[in-house]
């Protein structure tokens, strides 16, 4: 074939080893080496003739190598290593994102020590192991980061996506690519959540000139509403209390967001929630807030320390979602929560007047305002 090494190949090298004929030759090599055409035999002199050309001053001989090196998973360590480490982008990039003959041992040192080009190779290989993703987040810049977030061949465990928002979660470059993931546990979903309000108080504040006040309601409006949005209809309780622990965390288990979660129907999140919050089981929480008596939910209440002030509506937005469980699943459930709410609201008349429309997440954002000022 015409990429092989010919007789007339090996006589151009003995009397002319210009750095174009080692390059074809060093081509033709490896063009038989990744195509698996050699024997046993031929393939261990293959890699002895690579050992010297990786050495080569000549950038084009080296590059020869990783055109088809880069695709052999079988080739030795020591080769790829050496090719990986090169001095030359040119060389070594294409070697860090397809090679998997490199080590993670070489992967690892090279994002630690090596600059963002090569560190973005690596974050783009088709699959990225859990250690290697780790330290790419501890040195890698945004560029790299948001290359890996955005791989779904990187093994990324929860403690590293925790670092990524901690690092940079303000940084849409990354943020973007984070959240488009296929799948992401629930707390780190809940921080983000919380990330993107931020950004937004600062956009509406800065940018439109809103009162600080004003944005701050429209915020926490957006991260009640995304934050409940977390939880699927088929979740279960493991990801609740998932959700739970982290809203309790990060200081986000709040009145108006547990008043919002019970008067759109979300009684599971309620019951975690005042059993995180109550520090009772799960079980225990169940009992109290389903008691037929007057004592039950009231003594749980006020264990958990919610408002005085919004008691009443807390009240009655449970009575109705019990009384209405069967018409919540064969009826409307807007109607249900249109119902419990604008029944709720009427304990907060400063908020609602005659020409309230009639749209639950206008009703919703108006309870959320009067549980902040509660």
Avoid at 123 to 135: C, G, H, L, P, Y
Avoid at 181 to 209: G, T, W
């Amino acid at each position: 074939m015409a990429d092989e090494l010919s007789i007339s190949d090996v006589a151009r090298l003995i009397d002319d080893p210009s750095s174009a004929n080692r390059s074809s030759a060093a081509e033709k090599i490896a063009s038989q080496y990744e195509r698996g055409a050699l024997s046993d035999t031929e393939r261990q002199i293959a890699e002895d003739i690579f050992r010297v050309m990786v050495k080569d001053a000549e950038e084009r001989v080296r590059s020869a190598l990783v055109s088809h090196l880069k695709n052999a998973p079988e080739l030795s360590s020591d080769v790829a290593g050496s090719l990986a480490w090169d001095a030359s982008d040119a060389v070594a990039v294409p070697m860090l994102e397809f090679s998997e003959a490199v080590s993670d041992d070489d992967l690892v040192e090279i994002v630690r020590t090596q600059g963002s080009r090569r560190q973005t190779a690596i974050a783009s290989r088709q699959t990225v192991s859990a250690e290697v993703a780790d330290v790419l987040v501890d040195h890698g810049d945004e560029t790299a980061v948001a290359t890996l977030v955005g791989n779904e061949g990187a093994a990324l465990t929860d403690t590293t996506m925790h670092k990524v928002v901690d690092k940079f979660g303000n940084n849409e470059t990354v943020q973007t690519p984070l959240v488009m993931r296929s799948s992401l546990p629930i707390a780190v979903s809940e921080r983000l959540v919380a990330k993107v309000s931020d950004k937004l108080i600062d956009r509406l504040v800065i940018r439109h000139e809103l009162p600080s006040s004003l944005a701050d309601d429209l915020v926490l409006q957006i991260r009640e509403r995304a934050t409940l949005g977390l939880l699927t209809a088929d979740a279960d309780e493991h990801d609740v209390f998932s959700l739970v622990d982290a809203l309790a965390r990060n200081g986000r288990l709040t009145a108006s967001i547990l008043l919002r979660a019970i008067c759109v129907g979300d009684l599971i999140f309620f019951e975690a929630a005042l059993a995180k919050l109550g520090g009772i089981s799960l079980l225990n929480a169940r009992t109290l807030i389903h008691d037929k008596g007057a004592l039950g939910f009231k003594s749980l209440y006020g264990k958990c320390q919610l408002p005085e002030t919004l008691f009443e509506a807390y009240r009655i937005a449970l009575e109705v979602l019990l009384d209405t469980e069967l018409e919540r699943i064969d009826g409307d459930p807007d109607m249900v929560t249109r119902r419990m709410l604008e029944r709720v609201l009427t304990q907060f008349e400063d908020f609602v007047d005659n020409e309230s429309p009639e749209d639950v997440d206008f009703l919703l954002n108006r309870l959320g305002r009067a549980a902040n000022a509660a």
